[in-house]
């Protein structure tokens, strides 16, 4: 069974500029999260999908952070404009309907300059 | 927010020997898990508990969820060079909204 997917591996752009990011889930799982994680910190949750509804978005900075899930699969996050402390990476995980278990993608490290 | 305390930060073993770190937390979890990342991927699922006073094993690791469901533990037995990492403990609170609170790890270094 494939696991999750997440493109770019590795991004580094100026401050100010625009960037996306997207994630694949584990097929068949109906819960998609996004997580950013800083240097020397665990990951700290951005929002949470159920299908194509956002159920958690309580921690996005929504000034500057969007995401969709359209189809309910596949999802893009999105960022812009960013600033420096935007570094960091940002790791999509999924979860299979009634599981407790979250499986984590290899995530994408961002470096804005 | 909620937070975890994970402790210790980092951790200078010998080969072989035993590991333990903890998490607490302010809040109540209904979840436990545990995760190890590698340098420059994502975190891999050892361990997840699911009710309070849990003891559950995972090879040489174990793990256990605490009776007053805000703290667990994991075990290391018999160290060896793969081990070496960043153990991270999380918290999920259960219900529609189920994104899970992560402590800030624990850095596991293995001196041959």
């Known amino acids: 069974e494939a696991g999750v997917a997440q493109s770019p591996r590795y991004k580094i752009i100026e401050k100010r500029q625009s960037v996306a990011f997207w994630c694949n889930p584990i097929?068949?799982?109906?819960?998609l999260y996004w997580y950013q994680q800083i240097l020397g910190q665990g990951p700290k949750l951005l929002i949470q999908?159920?299908?194509?509804?956002?159920?958690?978005d309580s921690q996005l900075p929504k000034d500057r952070f969007s995401a969709e899930r359209l189809k309910g699969v596949d999802s893009t996050l999105k960022i812009q404009p960013a600033k420096l402390e935007d570094s960091a990476v940002y790791l999509c995980?999924?979860?299979?309907?009634?599981?407790?278990?979250?499986?984590f993608g290899p995530g994408t490290r961002l470096t804005v300059t | 927010g909620q937070q975890l305390n994970q402790s210790p930060q980092s951790m200078f073993i010998q080969e072989g020997e035993d590991v333990s770190m903890n998490c607490t937390s302010s809040?109540?979890?209904?979840?436990w898990l545990w995760y190890k990342q590698d340098p420059g991927e994502g975190p891999v699922l050892l361990i997840a508990?699911?009710?309070?006073?849990e003891l559950t094993s995972n090879g040489r690791l174990t793990a256990q969820f605490g009776i007053t469901r805000k703290d667990s533990f994991l075990n290391i037995s018999a160290s060896i060079p793969s081990d070496v990492g960043i153990y991270f403990c999380?918290?999920?609170?259960?219900?529609?909204?189920?994104?899970?609170?992560f402590g800030k790890g624990t850095h596991l270094i293995i001196q041959p």
């Open positions: 995980a999924s979860k299979g309907w009634g599981a407790y278990e979250q499986y």
């Open positions: 097929s068949g799982h109906a819960t």
């Open positions: 999908f159920q299908n194509n509804g956002v159920v958690d």
């Open positions: 809040s109540i979890f209904n979840t």
């Open positions: 508990l699911y009710k309070a006073g």
């Open positions: 999380a918290g999920q609170s259960g219900g529609g909204a189920d994104g899970l609170t």
